[in-house]
């Protein structure tokens, strides 16, 4: 029998309540396919501070690159804020992605049929099923380009430089071509090649990329106008490709179609494919210990897991369609709507695990 072996960082908040709950769904299909996980716990983030002083402790940076995957819950919380940079719990967050070589971000945005009516967009919007994947570049750009603050004729400025070289580039857009040829085999490469130098390179690295793609659709998209089709038609759209601060903004628009920032994954990739995955929500201290958390966005954490690193797709599957099947019965607070059954956060978990088991 196959062992995965998975670091799970619980973290701050209601981050040990919702992987908890993802572990119940984890543990219930590897049952159901026959493979066995072996979890190792770490310390991240706020806890990681109270417990040793600092935010990413060595001996978690050891456990996740021993480990097929990691699964992040949450981190931070107002106990923190008051820390210098260097110490504050999101740096405990920045610092596992860099020492993982995590370069690429997949944020799926994506409507359940149950969920549809709580989408901000209108029925004749979302005109049929909606599945997007934003394929993010997360290790370069503008967040990483040399900065400063200087004086001009007695003036002080400021500048943040946006920096992206051809490796970069190829690495992120091959992620994306691969994960478009898995999909809807379209691509849409996003960037703002009218204006600069950076995305002029972009767009001439993706495309001579896409001699190696030819069954995928290809097409460019200015940023301002992406983010106008996003809300206009977002059908339209399959994998968005784009730069590490377009696809801060872009994934953040895009994720909020599906009603609920409760019901959004995400997973971290580098080069080796281990992968870190997690919800992209936060901490939510005001809840914290009175399970009412959500915990749907990590449990499809768990699903993405299950696709992009650990290779059992059919598992993955069978996580998403429990998901699917359970919000026709149940909802926590969150997405709660009259004439449905409202649940807590272990509660949830427990009807995901059962409808896995009864697959």
């Not at 607070?333 to 449905?340: A, F, Q």
């Amino acid at each position: 029998m196959k062992t995965y072996k998975i670091a799970v960082l619980k973290g701050d908040g209601i981050g040990p309540e919702i992987v908890n709950e993802a572990m119940k769904a984890l543990d219930a299909v590897a049952e159901k396919c026959g493979f066995a996980v072996e979890y190792d716990e770490a310390l991240l983030g706020g806890c990681a501070i109270d417990a040793t002083g600092v935010p990413l402790p060595d001996e978690t940076v050891a456990k996740c690159k021993a480990a097929d995957s990691t699964l992040l819950g949450a981190v931070g919380g107002a106990k923190w804020d008051t820390l210098p940079g260097h110490l504050r719990p999101e740096k405990g967050l920045l610092g596992i992605r860099s020492a993982l070589g995590l370069f690429a971000n997949l944020r799926p945005a994506r409507i359940f049929e149950p969920l549809r009516e709580a989408s901000p967009l209108r029925a004749d919007i979302i005109n049929g099923s909606l599945d997007i994947m934003v394929v993010r570049e997360l290790t370069g750009g503008i967040y990483f380009g040399e900065r400063g603050r200087l004086e001009e004729n007695g003036v002080q400025a400021a500048y943040d430089t946006e920096k992206y070289s051809v490796p970069e580039i190829e690495r992120i857009a091959r992620i994306g071509f691969d994960l478009a040829m898995k999909r809807g085999k379209k691509l849409c490469s996003v960037d703002k090649a009218n204006v600069l130098e950076s995305s002029r390179l972009w767009r001439e690295t993706v495309t001579k990329m896409a001699a190696e793609y030819p069954e995928v659709e290809l097409s460019y998209m200015y940023v301002d106008n992406c983010a106008m089709q996003l809300v206009r038609n977002p059908s339209q759209f399959d994998v968005i490709l784009t730069s590490n601060i377009f696809g801060d903004i872009l994934s953040d628009e895009a994720s909020m179609i599906s009603g609920s920032i409760g019901m959004l994954a995400s997973a971290s990739l580098g080069e080796t494919g281990s992968g870190l995955y997690e919800p992209i929500h936060g901490s939510a201290p005001d809840i914290a210990g009175q399970n009412m958390a959500n915990p749907l966005a990590t449990i499809l954490s768990v699903a993405m897991m299950l696709k992009y690193s650990l290779g059992q797709p059919q598992a993955s599957d069978m996580i998403e369609t429990a998901v699917a099947q359970v919000l026709t019965q149940a909802r926590t607070p969150d997405i709660y709507v009259e004439g449905m059954r409202k649940v807590t956060c272990s509660e949830m978990g427990d009807l995901v695990a059962e409808l896995i088991r009864n697959a």
